[in-house]
Structures are given as C-alpha cells and as structure tokens.
C-alpha cells in the first residue's frame, strides 16, 4: 500500500467518524438556547460539512493527486 | 477571568458578579472572533480575486497540490473539532476526568495538524521548490494563509494547554467555565476557517 492510499484511507474513515460525530452533536444540540449555543451548532454543521468534504477529497470525487492511489 | 481571579466573600459575591459579567465577556469575545473572521475574510478575497484575474490557475510550472495528505490532516483537525466539543459537553455534565482526556486529545490531535503542516511545508518547499517570495502569487496567499491559520492552531494548543493546567488546578468549577466556553469557540472558529481553506487551496 503506498502513502497516498493510507492517507486516503485515513481521510475516508476519519471524515465518517468526524462527520458522523458533528451531525449527531448537531442533532443533539438542537434545540439547546442562547447566543453560545446558537454559534456552536453553525460551527458543528460546518465542522461536519468540512468532514464531508475531507471524505469526498479522500475518495478522488472532488480535488487532485499527482500520485494517483 | 476566573473565580479565583474575583475573589469570593461570605456572602457568595463572586457568583453574582460572573452572572452579571459573563453574557458582556461573551460578546466580547464573539466580537474578537467576527474581527478575526474579517481578517481571514480579507486575505481570502483578496486571493480568489488575483487567482481569477491570471492566465490559469496554478500558475504555469507549479503543480496542483495533492489532496490526499491535505485531506488526512483536515479530518485530523477536524477530529479535534469533535473531541473539543466533548470536552465541554463533560465539564457541563460533571464528568471531569473524561472533560480532561478529550482535552488532551484535542491537544494532541492540534499539535498532529501542525506537524502535517509542517511536513507539507517540507515537501512544498524542498521538494517541489514552491516558496513563500519565489513561486508569485501562488505560493504568497498559500503560505501567507495557511501560516496564519496554522499560527491561530499553535495559539490554540497554547491556550488549551493552560486550560489544562487551570483545570487541573481546579480553577473551573461548577457553572463557572466561561474560560472553556472561550477555548471551544475558538477552537471550533479555528477548524471553521481550516474548512474554508481547504476548499479554495486544494478542492478548487
């Protein structure tokens, strides 16, 4: 297995757990009040998009690698 | 500012004063986080602007930069995203001792980043010869960005490791945690801005 692939590896299954994570503490929060609370649940679903992203980037549906993998 | 940093009396003053003062060093610090947002916002339109006003994007003899390793360190980021969340979560719920090792954790996981970084900075500069003044505009907004954000994570593990030590001295307590609250906005503003980053360096 060469570098790019266990990177990739490891962006698929850390961006699930993460993502995973995020969505769930979202769902949880949701209906939790105030100024603080209101800020964290935008920067879970952002924290959780962000996974997204780090998951598609890992299985070659959006970015580039040179290395191939 | 802490309880111990107020002093307390007999007659439980310093629980009033932190009501009376916690909602104004809230917006205080939400307003530092909007004046480091527009810092950001400022660098990273100024990079979309010169980026679509040149002939192609990267500029000629540069190579697209690889996203599988940029991708592994995001989730590492963003991992810590998570684990500081629970932290929080557990200090609210009581539960110290998981609050501290989801701490640690994201702590660990900040410094991974920083190392990822810097081996990415390595091999950028080293290997495909891509520097700060050398490589135009390219390698002026990567470096120049990314060395701000990666100095907001550094300040951040700083800050995470007092509130280690804070803890551990036993300066949280109760409802009065207004110093983690701070270090989990931060903290998740830090991974916020690393999203944005990611998408206009590698995914575009």
Redesign the interface.
Known sequence: MNP?TI??L??II??I??AV??FY?LYKDWHTPG??NN??KL??L??G???V??LL??L?V??????G? | MTTAAFGADSEGHVDQLYVETRELR??GF?LFLISDCVLFSSFIFAYLYLRNSGQGWPPPGI??????????N???L??S??TM??AL?NFKHGNFMKYMWFLLATIVLGAGFLGGQAYEYNHLIFGEHVTWGGSGIFGASFFTLTGMHGMHVFLGVCYLTVLVLQSAAGVYRGGQYFGI?AG??YW??V??I??VL??IF??L
Request: aromatic share 14%.
């Open positions: 790019a990177e990739r490891g962006a850390g961006g757990v993460v994570v995020a503490a100024v603080e800020v964290f920067m879970l952002l924290l998009l962000g996974a992203l780090a980037a890992g070659n959006v970015g580039f690698s040179p290395k993998a | 809230l917006q939400l190579q697209r930069l690889d996203t599988a390793f940029a991708a592994w995001s989730v590492v963003f991992g995203g998570a969340h629970y979560e609250t989990t906005l998740h503003f991974d916020v690393w999203v990611f998408s590698y995914l």
